[in-house]
């Protein structure tokens, strides 16, 4: 039950990620690991997050 429960919210996060539209959103989460957002945008330009 658990082990479901956390394996359920680790794939809707990564759905959630993979959205074009919480691109931006995603990136700002990002930041939390020290790195700016403009490094992850130089990162990923134009690529998919999927």
Not at 16 to 29: G, H, K, P, V
């Amino acid at each position: 039950m658990v082990v479901q429960k956390f394996v359920t919210a680790v794939v809707r996060a990564a759905q959630w990620q993979s959205d074009d539209a919480n691109r931006d959103a995603t990136f700002a989460l990002w930041t939390k690991s020290g790195v700016p957002v403009e490094s992850w945008r130089d990162e990923y330009p134009g690529q998919q997050l999927k």
